[in-house]
């Protein structure tokens, strides 16, 4: 599985390596 972020629609709150760490992580970007 490939997980994907689509930079225009993320509003950056953080919620998704809180949920899953192994798999997002948070950059300056």
């Known amino acids: 599985m490939k997980a994907f972020v689509d930079k225009d629609t ?14 997002f992580a948070m950059d300056d970007d």
């Open 10 to 23: 993320c509003i950056g709150c953080g919620l998704c390596p809180s949920i899953c760490p192994d798999v």
